[in-house]
């Protein structure tokens, strides 16, 4: 420090500004600095500003402190890089708040209009897929709608393509650079600190190309998993249409019929292909943070977002139409009479392009006809097409984000000591550990429930497919639902009342959850008030109608208190050691995870098998109820198995310190 007969000018330059600190007053032999420290000056390089007493503002500032410029990667210190972040930001030196320059300002309106333009085109796929998908569905056009999912799944699958290599390059420099710093590190004492200088790993300023979140940031494994399950019932339906549309190629009478084309093979070739590749890139990166090219990562990633989204509509429209034309095929094999509504089935198989569909759909060996089990692949492409486009979102998100828990790196390292020995081990970010603490009583009553829902499920097919005991299984059934929801809805209001103990998280990241949750509401919503009305309608003649309106409202109400439970608990977090070591709630989480996942598998494999059997079907018809069935059934059953993801996210996280 100077003294008070030799003032020192001490300057410095960062983001293209001059900072001039003038410690006048400060005395190196009366210890630390009293409250009226010298004058500060902050202006830009190229215009000078009056000085201001910092006394007015009841400021100490100490020129060997404010300033200080922190390495920005550390081996020894993980924390390193968030105290250098506190020290500098893009719009700030000391915490005092600067005007942006043409430069930064140009950066900001660009990567904002990138951001809305990518919407634009997101929304713009999505309609013309849709509308191309509804148009060309006749066999002589067909081939227009697969062409253009090829184009666009093709398209896709050139940036990942481009992405992964990218991205393998920069991970292989950084192996090659740490190699080097592990080098040095060897050849100094243990006692030295090694600092990694910022172009180290090929960063471009602070950032790196490529960074990847750790913790809570990193995304959920339970979503990572169930995603893997769903991409593999997808790929065994492709499967199965791919080996049909090599059979008709193949068949000299297919052939003749016009059953294969050239198109629907290699839409069924690429489709799998490119489905598998998305599974793998975000199943290893749905942590990572894009720094480099994110124009092209912005509007690629929306692309393929679109891209799931237009499979999905069109897996549920397919879907619709092969169970209509599967009933509709029923019906004109039995001749056993000749009613009005069977006269009307066979005009519409007899019509120009659908007399060729009909013919190629009751006669193909890989069918609904031949094959029970396809019916309940379709809801695995419709729920993996939707997780998929979620988690691109977040990916989407984090373009150029600058976060505390993001490393330059896609490995952990820790240093484990042994003995006087100090050595770095590393590990993947996919490593997994749980701690069951306090959920033990919660998992053995869940595994029981799911146990008891798996035997009465096999239990319920055998009595469907026998024809003396049908009623025995729509019993099965219907108590199967009405015992989950009760026990769900009593640990909804459980939950509510024990995580209501648990802190509240500062920095909540559950806006993608939150919207998930949201959007199969409606649904649910329509699903519940068309089954009631026809029950009622239908309800002397039936019995049992008036039971299962009850039920109907009873499972609407579950999921009324279910939602905002979930996203309360979202939001929570422990911050006192008593809360986790307690961990009030997590039995009944556990519980209710459960619970949700049983119901998803009961709905999707059961529902279909019992709903021809109800009253609302003879209330709306066949047509109208088949499309609507297969418009809100899917999200009923995805606002199930997405609940059983947030919840686990609740177990882990609501018990843990808050971000």
Not at 477 to 506: E, M, P
């Amino acid at each position: 420090m100077s003294s008070p007969e030799n003032n020192e000018e001490i300057e410095m330059t960062q983001n293209d500004l001059t900072v001039r600190i003038d410690d006048s007053n400060n005395e190196s032999d009366k210890g630390p600095p009293q409250a009226t420290p010298g004058r500060t000056n902050v202006a830009p390089t190229d215009n000078k500003v009056p000085r201001r007493d910092p006394r007015t503002l009841n400021l100490r500032i100490e020129p060997t402190k404010l300033f200080e410029r922190v390495p920005p990667y550390t081996i020894g210190d993980p924390d390193m890089v968030k105290k250098q972040r506190s020290y500098t930001s893009d719009n700030s030196i000391g915490g005092v708040s600067v005007e942006m320059t043409k430069e930064e300002k140009h950066k900001m309106q660009q990567r904002n209009m990138t951001s809305v333009f990518s919407c634009i085109y997101f929304l713009l796929l999505i309609v013309t897929g849709s509308i191309i998908f509804i148009n060309f569905q006749s066999h002589e056009t067909k081939h227009i709608s697969e062409l253009f999912f090829c184009s666009i799944s093709l398209s896709g699958m050139a940036w990942l393509i481009f992405f992964h290599f990218d991205l393998y390059r920069y991970k292989k420099q950084v192996l090659k650079n740490m190699d080097s710093v592990n080098d040095q590190m060897d050849r100094v004492s243990d006692n030295t600190d090694i600092y990694l200088p910022e172009g180290l790993l090929g960063s471009d300023g602070a950032q790196a190309p490529y960074s990847f979140l750790t913790g809570r940031h990193s995304g959920s494994f339970y979503l990572k998993t169930g995603l893997a399950a769903f991409c593999f019932g997808h790929l065994i339906n492709e499967g199965l249409q791919l080996g049909q549309q090599v059979l008709d190629l193949v068949q000299a009478d297919r052939r003749a019929l016009g059953c294969g084309q050239p198109t629907t093979l290699v839409l069924h070739a690429v489709r799998p292909i490119y489905s598998f590749y998305q599974l793998f890139i975000v199943f290893k990166y749905s942590n990572i943070v894009i720094n480099r090219h994110k124009s092209v990562a912005y509007f690629a990633l929306m692309h393929i977002m679109g891209t799931c989204l237009c499979y999905w509509f069109g897996t549920i429209v397919e879907d619709a139409m092969e169970d209509y034309h599967h009933k509709l095929g029923l019906k004109l094999v039995d001749n056993t009479t000749d009613s009005p509504h069977r006269t009307s089935d066979a005009a519409i198989c007899s019509h120009d392009s659908n007399a060729s569909y009909c013919a190629c759909a009751s006669s193909a060996i890989l069918s609904v006809n031949k094959v029970q089990a396809i019916p309940y692949l379709y809801p695995f492409t419709i729920e993996f097409n939707i997780l998929l486009a979620g988690v691109w979102f977040i990916v989407w998100n984090n373009i150029g984000k600058v976060d505390d828990k993001a490393h330059p790196h896609h490995f952990q390292h820790k240093i484990h000591r042994i003995g006087d020995i100090e050595e770095i081990r590393f590990q993947s970010n996919l490593v997994i550990s749980a701690d069951c603490h306090a959920s033990n009583k919660g998992i053995f009553l869940g595994l029981f429930v799911l146990l008891s829902a798996v035997i009465s499920t096999i239990v319920f097919f055998v009595a469907m497919n026998s024809s003396g005991y049908r009623q025995l299984g729509m019993a099965i059934h219907f108590w199967q639902v009405c015992i989950l929801t009760v026990l769900a809805f009593v640990g909804v209001v459980v939950s509510y009342r024990q995580l209501s103990k648990l802190d509240f998280n500062k920095h909540p990241i559950t806006f993608l959850d939150d919207v998930l949750l949201f959007v199969p509401l409606p649904f649910y919503f329509v699903q519940t008030i068309l089954n009631g009305l026809g029950e009622y309608q239908k309800g002397e003649y039936r019995k049992g109608g008036y039971l299962r309106i009850l039920m109907s409202i009873l499972g609407c109400v579950q999921v009324i208190m279910q939602t905002p439970m979930i996203i309360d608990g979202l939001r929570r977090c422990s911050n006192s050691q008593a809360l986790r070591y307690k961990k009030p709630g997590r039995e009944v989480v556990t519980f209710l995870l459960i619970c949700n996942l049983t119901l998803w598998i009961i709905n999707t494999f059961e529902a279909k098998s019992v709903e021809s059997h109800y009253g609302h079907l003879a209330y709306y018809g066949e047509t109208v109820w088949l499309f609507v069935s297969h418009t809100t059934m899917p999200l009923v059953l995805f606002y199930r198995f997405h609940s059983s993801v947030c919840l686990a996210d609740i177990w882990k996280s609501a018990y843990e310190k808050g971000d």
